[in-house]
Nanobody, 124 residues
Framework: QVQLVESGGGLVQAGASLRLSCVFSGRPFSSYAMGWFRQAPGKDREFVAAISWSGRNPRYADSVKGRFTSSRDNAKSTAYLEMNSLKPEETAVYYC?????????????????WGQGTQVTVSS
């Protein structure tokens, strides 16, 4: 049984940084690509970032490129999302997700497993 547990969310001011962590268990972590998504109140869940099983070629939503960094430590079965220069409009619940797929990592439908989410609130 795969489980994903996010942590690291919180309340920060605009311009601040946060690092989210996602601990994976239940299957070999290195077999899965990891994605990050977010959902603001009243809005659809949207893609933020993804990283392949090898850690190469992370991909990002245009809105976060240059500010967010996706990484992973396969030895610790953990994925990370470093978020810098946060904006109030990025207030949302952030979710990590795992997929055995290698393509279309920006697509919600490709992911098999999801964490419970962690709240990120950015005040102006």
């Amino acid at each position: 049984q795969v489980q994903l547990v996010e942590s690291g969310g919180g309340l920060v001011q605009a311009g601040a940084s946060l690092r989210l962590s996602c601990v994976f268990s239940g299957r070999p972590f290195s077999s899965y690509a990891m994605g990050w998504f977010r959902q603001a109140p009243g809005k659809d869940r949207e893609f933020v970032a993804a990283i392949s099983w090898s850690g190469r070629n992370p991909r990002y939503a245009d809105s976060v490129k240059g500010r967010f960094t996706s990484s992973r430590d396969n030895a610790k079965s953990t994925a990370y999302l470093e978020m810098n220069s946060l904006k109030p409009e990025e207030t949302a619940v952030y979710y990590c997700a795992a997929t055995i797929q290698v393509d279309d990592l920006d697509s919600i439908g490709e992911y098999d497993y999801w964490g419970q989410g962690t709240q990120v609130t950015v005040s102006s």
